[in-house]
């Protein structure tokens, strides 16, 4: 069982950068790869990164590759999402969510979700 807990999402400007964080409980953590999705109001939710259990792989949506950087630190049970060059279409509820296994990009595929938190980038 994990349990996820968004943070960090804010107003930021078109260009600017902004880390948000997912704390996760349970002793399970370290065994789960875990992914950022988004969903912009009237969308479906969206892959966004993933990380796999020991950080060494990551995978990206091509509409953020090279802007942002999934990471985490098992010792802290955290996963971060670096968000740089934002655009306004960019704006959307951000969710991290935990899998068992890496490379998936399907929010069917995650079996524990966060509630969420607002990212809004202003033109």
């Known amino acids: 069982q994990v349990q996820l807990v968004e943070s960090g999402g804010e107003l930021v400007q078109a260009g600017g950068s902004l880390r948000i964080s997912c704390a996760a409980s349970?002793?399970?953590?370290?065994?789960?790869?875990m992914g950022w999705f988004r969903q912009a109001p009237g969308k479906e939710r969206e892959f966004v990164a993933a990380i796999s259990w020991g950080g060494a792989r990551t995978s990206y949506a091509d509409s953020v590759k090279g802007r942002f950087t999934i990471s985490r630190d098992n010792a802290k049970n955290t996963v971060y999402l670096q968000m740089n060059s934002l655009k306004p279409e960019d704006t959307a509820v951000y969710y991290c969510?935990?899998?068992?296994?890496?490379?998936?990009?399907?929010?069917?595929?995650?079996?524990?979700w966060g509630q969420g938190t607002q990212v809004t980038v202003s033109s």
């Open positions: 349970g002793r399970s953590f370290s065994s789960h790869a």
């Open positions: 969510a935990a899998t068992l296994s890496f490379g998936r990009t399907s929010t069917t595929q995650y079996d524990y």
